[in-house]
């Protein structure tokens, strides 16, 4: 024992004397990597420090945002948010670089497709304070507006045999000429330029010209470069640090002493990532970031924010948008247009867009409809005028509610075009004062966007800030980088190194000892004296798959303050048993949901193990986690899972949860994707859930999908079509081809996510004893409202179905995939990879892959045929009208 202790000891200094030189010898390499400075890119010479790309790695530069690409026709580019621009020249003195957008041929009117109500600027750099930056609208494929003597040195006569034009309007000179345009073309491109003679003259010079855009850069490296003293190889000092060393964190600058201490006890990343403000604008963090001020790791793709004169922005395609509030709780945050602030007379001329965007407009918002060019004015309704966009025949108007002109007998054909902008009013704010404020007033309230990025929560409970980095999240702590949350190791990186070695050798011991304690237990479980015939297989079984699963003993589990509240009775299971499920807190902190089984005897135990050995084979984002069980010495089965507090989609859907607008539908589409990618890689498992169902569907806060519920999942064997056993299940969700010949498949799956859908779709459940006879099977009532075209019926009315296109586009194409996967014979049914595909293809509108037009359900035409008019599936649950699931023997 003696020898193994010094043997041990001799380890671990070796082990802490490695690792206290591997931070200088990565920055000694680095050193001789970026120590020639300056080099060249396509045409481009004599560039350093904070550019990179071809021949300089990545860590001789500034990070992904300066990164240029070198071409072979001497061209250089970089990217700048999603657009490519040409680097015409860049001044290391000045810190300013001159663009020209990539896309432009000298022919103007040849606008590459795509390019429609698109803006080009720059959402990383900012625009140079010492030239007068223009924005150049171009207007395509319009017809020629020859009678105003203004249009005549603005428009170019395209040579499309089709008598078609471009125009062009700097810094929107002719208001009303921009708006008729707006209306009028088909294609329109802001771009910015600082030319300053006469653009009226040469367009395409103007173009070619581009713009100066200044970019911000570390001043205590730039000083460095300058002096040259810090690329010295100066083996005292060790001033060499004017890079990223390996591990993406910053090295130590040029004025500072490279001390092994330093490098071990500090994160650069933690304090890169420091939680800011601009200006008086919210605190911004994770999801968010700050460019020039923080690293694009401290936020998640595509949600930085620029500040810009001491106000936060967020740039899209179409707008600028101030950033007036930010809700981490929520995952929501309040803008406005920044156009609001800066026009007397705002004209909203176009529906905000959110593609490309993580975000999505709140349920929450109202909508403030602007009308134009309108012939008339309606009469004894509250309008805001918009003056701005009036002559002297036509009437621009906003109201709120628009659907209730058309009660006032107002038609919306008055008026050439409509635009809709969401605004957020404040629960407290009166409506009567609301209309009595101007409408430039109103527009300053700002809409409420929702934001879709992994939590950050658990590590930031623990001290520590959410980056995202290497196409992962991770959690910048004090002392190093993790997946999830702060460890609890000493600051000092000696101590911590040594603890580290010293609990991997404690916890090595004890996992050899528990080893053999969870082989006891295992076996410990009680069994019916019916089951003795069957008590060995189950203990091998029990060896073979809860020996890799940790068996919490009761004595880890804080007990609850009381008893019966913080039960919540799950009615019957699976199988008819008994269960409860509890909420405890594990010694660490963490919240878990216990699972009790109290009916112990063979067949309970059976399914008990069943649950155990489906989830040690899992691992799936949208999969509930078992986090252990433990059945020692007790009457019951425990199951220790992860707790997911938001409830279940049954619960929001007609359940305790209900709310008018707390599910919208794209809330909706999000579950039924996740529940559908579950469901695909438990098939691809060869696992048959056998119980889908809302129920077993829960929802985290951010309404992120936890399939649960496994008692009566099966391994499905990969030789055979299906497995002969009787039919389990819950009542409205059982295939009918399965409660009739006795034959699981996975097509049975997917029968179970069809009913999931429609009831996605109407809100309604499953199964109701209080609907007419024929609807009391959702399934049947789904399938008969789609054959008489009446789905309009069937949705939910609070989805929009009827007043968003989109909405109702959607619609139709899930309700045709329902309707599909609703087929009596499995065969007619797709496989659940193919509606997780398309459901992709649904969600992204026809962007995932090339599928036939949906058709319209909810229309009166009599040549709607879907799958040939099968007939409706029988509804086996018709005798079986209760929400628990069928108590037949176990398959």
């Known amino acids: 024992m003696r020898m193994v202790r010094r043997s041990e000891w001799k380890w671990v200094c070796w082990l802490l004397a490695m690792v206290s030189t591997l931070p200088h010898c990565f920055c000694d390499f680095n050193y001789s990597v970026c120590k020639d400075s300056l080099y060249s890119c396509g045409t481009l010479s004599d560039i350093s420090y904070p550019f990179w790309g071809q021949n300089r790695p990545s860590q001789c530069g500034g990070g992904e945002t300066f990164k240029l690409s070198c071409q072979g026709d001497g061209n250089t580019s970089i990217r700048i948010g999603s657009q490519s621009f040409r680097v015409k020249e860049i001044n290391m003195e000045n810190e300013s670089m001159r663009l020209v957008q990539t896309e432009f041929g000298d022919d103007v009117c040849s606008l590459p497709s795509g390019f429609e109500d698109i803006y080009v600027k720059p959402t990383q750099f900012l625009y140079s304070n010492s030239l007068v930056v223009y924005n150049i609208t171009i207007f395509s494929g319009c017809g020629y507006y020859a009678h105003d003597p203004y249009n005549e040195s603005h428009s170019f006569k395209c040579g499309d045999g089709h008598d078609s034009y471009a125009y062009y309007v700097i810094d929107d000179q002719n208001e009303w000429f921009t708006n008729q345009l707006s209306y009028a073309c088909k294609g329109r491109l802001h771009v910015p330029t600082d030319y300053e003679g006469n653009p009226q003259d040469a367009l395409t010079r103007v173009l070619g010209k581009g713009f100066e855009v200044k970019y911000d850069v570390d001043k205590e490296c730039t000083k460095c470069l300058r002096r040259g003293d810090c690329w010295k190889d100066d083996a005292e000092k060790h001033v060499n640090s004017c890079y990223y060393c390996p591990d993406g ?45 923080q690293e694009s790791f401290c936020g998640y793709p595509h949600f930085e924010i620029t500040c810009i ?313 949208n999969l509930v986690s078992l986090y252990g069980c433990t059945s020692r010495h007790s009457r019951e089965l425990l199951l220790v899972y992860e707790y997911i507090p938001n409830g279940t989609v049954a619960d929001h859907l007609h359940g305790e949860r209900t709310k008018p607008g707390t599910l919208p539908w794209v809330i909706r589409m999000n579950i039924a994707m996740e529940t559908a990618s579950a469901l695909t890689y438990l098939h691809v498992k060869d696992i048959i859930h056998r119980d889908v169902k809302t129920n077993n569907i829960l929802l985290d806060s951010n309404f992120r999908v936890k399939v649960a519920d496994f008692g009566l999942s099966r391994l499905f064997p990969e030789d055979v079509t299906h497995v002969s056993t009787a039919p389990q299940g819950t009542p409205g969700y059982v295939d009918p081809e399965y409660h009739q010949c006795y034959q699981l498949t996975n097509k049975s799956d997917v029968y179970s996510f069809g009913v999931v859908l429609v009831e996605l779709i109407s809100s309604l459940p499953a199964v109701d004893i209080t609907r007419h006879r024929h609807e009391i099977n959702l399934a049947n009532m789904a399938i008969n409202k789609i054959h008489s075209q009446a789905l309009h019926e069937f949705v939910d009315p609070t989805l929009g179905f009827e007043s968003d296109f989109k909405v109702r586009k959607m619609i139709n194409a899930v309700a045709e995939l329902a309707f599909q996967c609703l087929q009596s014979s499995r065969d007619m049914r797709p496989s659940m990879e193919e509606v997780f595909d398309t459901l992709k293809d649904i969600q992204s509108d026809g962007k995932h892959k090339s599928q036939p037009e949906v058709m319209d359900m909810s229309g009166t035409a009599d040549d709607v045929v879907l799958l040939k008019d099968d007939p409706p599936p029988p509804s086996p649950e018709s005798n079986g009208v209760s929400k628990s699931t069928t108590p037949n023997a176990s398959g």
């Open 309 to 621: 004169d001491k106000n936060p922005i967020l740039r899209t395609a179409d707008n600028d948008l101030l950033v007036k509030d930010i809700s981490y709780s929520n995952s929501s945050f309040t803008v406005a247009n920044i156009a609001v602030y800066e026009d007397k007379c705002p004209v909203p001329m176009y529906n905000y867009s959110l593609d490309q965007t993580p975000f999505s407009y709140s349920s929450e918002n109202w909508n403030l409809s602007f009308f134009y060019n309108c012939t008339t004015e309606p009469i004894d309704y509250p309008t805001y005028k918009v003056d701005c966009a009036k002559n002297a025949t036509h009437y621009s108007f906003a109201v709120f509610h628009k659907e209730a002109l058309e009660h006032k007998n107002y038609s919306l054909h008055e008026c050439q075009f409509m635009v809709n902008v969401p605004l957020h009013v404040n629960a407290a704010v009166n409506f009567s004062s609301l209309l009595r404020t101007n409408y430039s007033e109103i527009l300053k309230m700002g809409f409420l966007l929702n934001w879709t990025a992994p939590d950050c929560q658990y590590c930031e409970k623990s001290g520590g800030r959410c980056g995202f980095d290497g196409n992962q999240i991770l959690c910048f702590c004090k002392d190093k980088s993790y997946l999830k949350s702060c460890s609890n190791a000493s600051v000092s990186a000696v101590v911590g190194a040594l603890a580290v070695v010293i609990v991997g050798v404690y916890l090595f011991k004890r996992r050899k000892k528990n080893s053999y304690d969870t082989y006891i237990q295992s076996r410990s479980l009680s069994f019916d004296q019916s089951s003795k015939g069957t008590e060995k297989r189950t203990q091998s079984f029990t060896q073979s798959f809860v020996h890799g699963m940790h068996l919490s003993p009761m004595m880890n589990l804080k007990r609850p303050q009381t008893t019966l509240t913080h039960l919540k009775n799950l009615e019957r299971g699976a199988l008819g048993q008994c269960i409860m499920v509890e909420t405890r807190k594990l010694r660490d902190g963490r919240s878990v949901a216990v699972k009790r089984l109290y009916e112990n005897n063979y067949r309970r135990v059976e399914q008990f193990m069943n649950e155990i050995k489906i989830l040690a084979l899992l691992k799936h984002p």
């Open 249 to 293: 964190s910053r090295a130590l600058r040029c004025s500072q002493s490279h001390k092994t201490t330093t490098v071990l006890s500090s994160n650069p990343k933690f304090e890169t990532c420091t939680p800011r403000s601009c200006g008086a604008g919210p605190l911004i963090k994770y999801p968010f970031w700050i460019p020039y001020q």
